[in-house]
Every structure is written in structure tokens, then in C-alpha cells.
């Protein structure tokens, strides 16, 4: 018993995970104390930390993750406190809080993989280690990406690969795929995939086929364009709300449905902290490379009431 416990303990210990544009995020959220806070994405606790830290606020706080390995380390991170840690996806947890009448001062999703995703070959993510091909962030769902690679059809196939990965070679691709079944290892997709484009490129020719098969094993655009509506609605007026997204895909979707909420309109409910993506500084770059892709967009949820505040309907302060 306590030789299992001093194992989870270093276990803990090692896991890493370097928040990317946390000075960015503690910039544009402004946590102070009492402020009530819902982390969409928490992982390894590596922006909550800091946040709930200001805050103090943990009863009325919530961090949330699909994958259940993050949410152990959550517990054990915060252990002895009232914080709410969900192990749920995020649409589900939103639309779970929105109905129980929890409101927050705070929101930040940090969309994506966490480091640990990434540096644990049996994950199933990393092109660079073979591991087998799960890619799955919740490790309980049935849909992997072996299902995917080894039993779609090859027009299934190349719509993902076109739609999620955006690679002008998606047709080449799923026909490699489906005339090189079964493909059992991240190695060997790697690899396949890498037919399609001879010659020297300066990422690795899989990426884009990597990343579209991830983001359909986790239906991770859907799931974001339909929470981001509720994320709004779960703020409470003079709220604000933080999304860091990876990737050009999701990046899309940030920016309209914001866009769509805010300006000069007369429905408007946010007013735009961020008019272009806020993205990491040099210095960020060389200690977390994982930030070079990061774009942060923040809001914040007019107070109609409160005067000097900016008034949607006149589209004046
Ligand atoms: C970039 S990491 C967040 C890291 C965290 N901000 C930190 O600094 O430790 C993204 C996390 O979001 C989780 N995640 C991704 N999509 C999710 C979803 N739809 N619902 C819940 N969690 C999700 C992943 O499992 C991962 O742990």
C-alpha cells in the first residue's frame, strides 16, 4: 500500500506539462481572488495552478478532462481542496453545468493534446515512437484510430484526411492506406503515408494525415463548434473567456463564433479582447516549443447593467 502510493507519487512527479501563453492567459483572464473559475481542458493543472492560486475560489471552481490519466493527477495535485474535477469531454460537462445554473467569472480552454499525449509512445500520437494506433484522449471510448485506419472505407478515409488534415494528397493517401491493410503501429502509418510525398519537406510528410485522423478518433471540431455557444452562455456578465487553440482548424472556429458574438451588432454579448490571435513571444519558444503553434483569442461578456461598460445596443461606452 505504501509502496503503491510512493509509485503514484513519483509518477506524479514526473509527468510534465509546460502551460503554453500562461502570462498571456493570466493577462487576459485578470483572475482575482473570489473569482469563480472552469477549466475546460485542465490536464496537468499547469494554468489552474496558477489561476486557482489568485483565485482561492474552489468550491465554485470546475476543471474538467476527458482523459482519465490527467484526472488523476488532478486529484492527487489537489487533494484536500473543494475543487470540482470532472473526467468528462467538455460538451458534456458544459451542458451538465449550464443546466445546473453554475456561472463563472472565469473559462479557458486550452484545446488539443497535452505533452504527456505526445512523449508516451503507447499513446498512439507521436509519429516519431512507434505505439500502437489508439490516439484516443479518453481511453474508455471504442473508437480508435486502428478502426479508423484498418476498417473505414477508403472514401471515409480520404474525406478525414482532406477535411481534418487539409493534405492535398488525401486521395493517394487512403488508397496507400487501404492497399497496405492491416497497418498495425504508428511506425508503419508513418511510413505509408510518407509514400505519397518523395523527396525531402520540412515537417514530416504524415503530419497532416496524423493530425486528421486524431481530431476524427476524438471528434474534436465538432465537439468544440458545438461548446463554444455554452461556453458563452456559462459566463457571467463582465466574465471572460480564454481559448488557445493548436491548429488552423480550430483556430477558424474560435475566431467566427467570437466574431459572430461580438462587434458592432445589435446582439451582441462579448466584446473582443484579442483582435488578432495573441501567439508566444521568443523567449516562450525556446523553453516550450510545443507553443509554437499556440493562438490565443479572449472575450469578454458585456455587462449590460453596468454603466461606463460598453453598450451593445448603442455601440457605445
Ligand atoms: C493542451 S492540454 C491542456 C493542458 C493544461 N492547460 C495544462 O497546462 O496542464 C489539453 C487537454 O485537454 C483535454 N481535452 C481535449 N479535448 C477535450 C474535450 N473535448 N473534453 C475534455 N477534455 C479535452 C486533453 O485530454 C488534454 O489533457
Redesign the pocket.
Known amino acids: 500500500m505504501i509502496l503503491q502510493k510512493q509509485k503514484q507519487e513519483k509518477m506524479h512527479q514526473n509527468i510534465k ?4 501563453l500562461l502570462e498571456e492567459v493570466l493577462h487576459y483572464l485578470k483572475p482575482k481572488t473570489g473569482d469563480s473559475y472552469l ?10 495552478n496558477p489561476i486557482l492560486e489568485i483565485t482561492g475560489n474552489n468550491k465554485e471552481s470546475y476543471l ?4 482519465p490519466n ?1 484526472i488523476d493527477f488532478l486529484n492527487q495535485e489537489f487533494k484536500g481542496h473543494e475543487i470540482n474535477i470532472l473526467n ?4 458534456s ?1 458544459s451542458k451538465q453545468l449550464l443546466s445546473s445554473g453554475q456561472r463563472f467569472d472565469l473559462i ?1 480552454a ?5 505533452s504527456p ?1 505526445l512523449n508516451e509512445p503507447k499513446r498512439g500520437f507521436s509519429i516519431g515512437q512507434e505505439g500502437p494506433l489508439d490516439m484516443r ?2 481511453q474508455t471510448q471504442t473508437l480508435d484510430a486502428y478502426e479508423i485506419i484498418n476498417v473505414y472505407s477508403e472514401k471515409k478515409l480520404a474525406n478525414i484526411i482532406k477535411d481534418y488534415g487539409e493534405d492535398p494528397k488525401y486521395i493517394k493517401i487512403a488508397n496507400l492506406i487501404v492497399h497496405n491493410r492491416p497497418i498495425k503501429n504508428t511506425t508503419e502509418l508513418a511510413k505509408i503515408v510518407s509514400k505519397a510525398w518523395p523527396g525531402h519537406s520540412k515537417t514530416h510528410p504524415a503530419t497532416r494525415t496524423f493530425q486528421a485522423i486524431r481530431i476524427a478518433v ?3 471540431l465538432n ?2 463548434n458545438k ?1 463554444i455557444p455554452i461556453w458563452i452562455d456559462l459566463l457571467k456578465p463582465g466574465g471572460r473567456i480564454v481559448i ?1 487553440s ?1 491548429q488552423s482548424l480550430e483556430d477558424r472556429i474560435v475566431k467566427q463564433a467570437l466574431a459572430e458574438r461580438s462587434g458592432n451588432r445589435l446582439d451582441a454579448i462579448l466584446k473582443l479582447l484579442t483582435k488578432k490571435p495573441i501567439v508566444a513571444t521568443k523567449d516562450e519558444l525556446v523553453f516550450n516549443p510545443r507553443s509554437r503553434s499556440a493562438k490565443l483569442r479572449a472575450a469578454v461578456k458585456i455587462n449590460k447593467q453596468k454603466k461606463g461598460e460598453y453598450n451593445a445596443y448603442t455601440g457605445q461606452k
Do not use: W
Open positions: 506539462h509546460n502551460p503554453v477549466d475546460l481542458t485542465a490536464g496537468y493543472g499547469g494554468h489552474a474538467v478532462d476527458r482523459d490527467a468528462q469531454d467538455f460538451y460537462a479557458l486550452d484545446l488539443g493534446v497535452s499525449h484522449m479518453d476524438n471528434d474534436e465537439l468544440i461548446s488557445i493548436f
